[in-house]
């Protein structure tokens, strides 16, 4: 079984739109992440969820909310799609502030 | 700051040893993290050093951490083909449940 599984894998569309991007892990964990690579492969960090709660929200536009329904489980709706926001997008999962877990990304295309 | 840095590329032969270095500025983080990241897929959890230890040996893989220089280094001894990917290194500052990571280090392994 996947520990942190992302869907969809690959989302391309077109720009204005609004998509979801779903992530779901099965370790137990109670801390939650969203991190954005963009096409220099940096990482950095935009959302982090404690036990449903947001204790991270990094300079990311509003047009991005996380929601976070249980603990298992951070989703990321973004509104308005635009070109800039083609990337890949990881989810990670920690035990508190111990060893984080990524899912496989989801690449984005806004065309 | 928490500012990591990394070198961009290292180019190795088969069978030769890769060193990637890394440094890094916030001298709380109480792990020091090696992911990697192949062509197309997700990032990998290669090894990680607690940060009272100075080394950590696991198979063919060494992790040197300099405190007093913020210095960590990776080590893979007898470098194959398969080990060409991006190597990122990663702190995780005390309190502030989020990774910050290096511009990674894309390792290539000439046959």
Not at chain 1, 27 to 39: A, E, P, V
Not at chain 2, 27 to 40: A, F, M
Request: net charge neutral; hydrophobic share 30%.
């Amino acid at each position: 079984d996947t520990a942190v599984s992302q869907t969809p894998k690959y989302l391309v569309t077109q720009m204005g739109n609004d998509k979801s991007i779903k992530c779901e892990q099965n370790l137990g964990h109670d801390t939650m992440y969203w991190y954005k690579q963009d096409s220099k492969k940096f990482l950095k960090i935009m959302f982090s969820y404690n036990n449903k709660e947001l204790i991270i929200n990094e300079t990311v536009p509003n047009r991005f909310s996380p929601k976070s329904p249980d603990k298992a489980h951070l989703n990321l709706h973004i509104n308005s799609l635009e070109l800039g926001d083609s990337a890949v997008y990881f989810c990670a999962s920690s035990q508190g502030s111990n060893i984080q877990y990524f899912g496989a990304g989801t690449r984005l295309s806004v065309l | 700051g928490e500012d990591v840095e990394q070198s961009l590329f290292l180019s190795v032969r088969e069978g030769d040893s890769s060193v990637i270095n890394c440094t890094y500025t916030d001298s709380s983080s109480t792990y020091l993290y090696w992911y990697k990241q192949e062509p197309g897929a997700g990032l990998q959890l290669l090894t990680y050093i607690f940060s009272n230890m100075d080394m950590k040996q696991d198979q063919r893989l060494t992790v040197l951490l300099n405190k007093k220089d913020k210095h960590l280094s990776l080590r893979i001894a007898d470098t194959q083909t398969g080990d060409s990917a991006i190597y990122f290194c990663a702190e995780s500052p005390t309190g502030r449940r989020a990774l910050t990571f290096g511009s990674g280090t894309r390792l290539q392994v000439q046959p």
